[in-house]
């Protein structure tokens, strides 16, 4: 990661208190749960294979970030081969929790980051307004390695992104 945006963000405090009131508003007013739930349980059933686990994400990406897809989808092809390429990696990590997490693993992490980054992009779909445009995501790859390891990459979208000082002008800024 950039040490010189790592510099600039600063993080607000956070207690047990912050995140329990934050769980209960989320339990309350996130009505897309039950994509979460299934496709967490896809995953987990067919952790060995890549083609379900990338209709697995398919499953969530289009219902979480349909926005994004609107107007074009991913390629299911791009995202197996992302699972494959990375296969060793997500399993050491899906193990994992966050706070084991060392600076020495960083490269790796953004190398796998990038991977999907690239694996999860958007290319305009036939007869729209924005055929053949190609467009990256990094709240697609924040949740797609979240759901493949949930205790080592937290769950995040735009607006936790800015509530932690990790805004972004352009994907480009997310392309290490």
Known sequence: MNSQKNEERTSPSLSWDILERAHSIYLEEEPR???YRISTKLIDNNWD????ISNALGV?????NSVFYRFGSFNYDLIEQSIMQNRVKLHGYRKRGILSLSE???????????DFLISLKSVGKKGTKVEGKVSYSPVSVGKALHLLCPNFFPLWDNRIAVGYGCKWTSWRDSFN
């Open 49 to 52: 294979n890549d083609f379900e």
């Open 104 to 114: 020495s693993e960083y490269e790796e992490i953004e190398a796998t980051y990038n």
């Open 33 to 35: 749960d039950a994509m």
């Open 60 to 64: 969530l990406l289009l219902t979480w």
